[in-house]
């Protein structure tokens, strides 16, 4: 017979399957409350017809957010600026006494950058990726997830493997990507152009997230020198207003921005060869809930 225990166990996973498919914690935590919903609606008959409750509940929150990517697309085309993937602070950051169960494991899977390139991939590349190379389902179940046959869902994986290894930039150790993010936080601070360009590629692009209830740039930055030259006006606008703190994003190193007391933004990066390639800035404070203590 199963238990409630055994059967709330799942959660974590569930809550890890919903954040890499879906980029955001709050909708995870919504297909979680549904698919458990639906575990409870059955009957005791049916509930103890399941041989596996937590494949049951894998599969059906699986179909969920494969529903939700179905229509992430067009939701986003009334989303004011860019989007990007709500980020995720170390499970000893963020808003105390948070439940384990809803904490999600960070890994090179929910990096920013991989969380990128998985929302560039169809819902169906997105899913059957997801669970195959992440939590190693086989083609058989995924199959019945994303309703394919299991040859189709393998070259969907395999589809996505190529985007993920086309865009995907060779990260160095956390050492020294934490050492990049600190020299690149000392020149913002100085307002130093020319010690920022040393530390961005040529052909980096900042993209800033503020969903329409926060200012940012309307529109990605593209190369070193123009990153440089706007972060560092940035800089002179928040001066005297402003802290900085370097903090663990989604699992690498990142940055946040205090003003006044409240934490505004989260600064994720992907660094190759010591120099920063992307900044995602995400300034919607829906965004940032995680971030917040209390």
Request: a neutral charge; hydrophobic letters at 45%.
């Amino acid at each position: 017979m199963t238990t409630g225990a055994e059967i709330m166990s799942e959660r974590r996973r569930l809550i890890n399957l919903g954040y890499r498919l879906l980029g955001s914690l709050a909708d995870a935590e919504d297909v979680v409350q549904e698919t458990y919903a639906r575990w409870y609606a059955l009957s005791a008959r049916e509930q103890q017809a399941i041989e596996q409750p937590g494949a049951w509940l894998m599969t059906v929150a699986g179909r969920i957010c494969l529903n939700l990517l179905g229509s992430a697309r067009a939701r986003r085309e009334t989303y004011v600026g860019d989007w990007i993937p709500e980020p995720l602070p170390e499970p000893t950051e963020g808003a105390g006494g948070a439940d384990p169960a809803d904490r999600v494991t960070l890994d090179e899977s929910v990096t920013m950058a991989f969380l990128v390139i998985l929302d560039a991939m169809t819902p169906a590349e997105r899913v059957a990726f997801v669970l195959h190379d992440v939590f190693r389902y086989p083609f058989g179940e995924v199959a019945e997830i994303v309703g394919r046959t299991p040859a189709a869902c393998r070259q969907l994986a395999s589809s996505a493997r190529r985007r993920v290894r086309t865009a995907q930039s060779p990260a160095g150790p956390s050492a020294g990507q934490a050492g990049v993010v600190r020299r690149f936080r000392t020149a913002w601070e100085a307002k130093d152009i020319e010690a920022l360009v040393g530390l961005l590629d040529p052909a980096a692009v900042a993209t800033a997230d503020g969903g329409g209830l926060a200012v940012t740039h309307p529109r990605p930055i593209v190369g070193g020198e123009r990153i440089a030259r706007a972060y560092a006006e940035i800089a002179r606008l928040w001066d005297g207003r402003t802290t900085f703190q370097e903090r663990t994003v989604n699992g690498v190193p990142g940055l946040v921005a205090w003003q006044d007391g409240d934490l505004v933004t989260v600064f994720a990066f992907e660094i190759a060869d010591d120099r920063i390639r992307r900044i995602w800035a995400v300034r919607n404070p829906e965004k940032l809930r995680p971030w917040r203590v209390g």
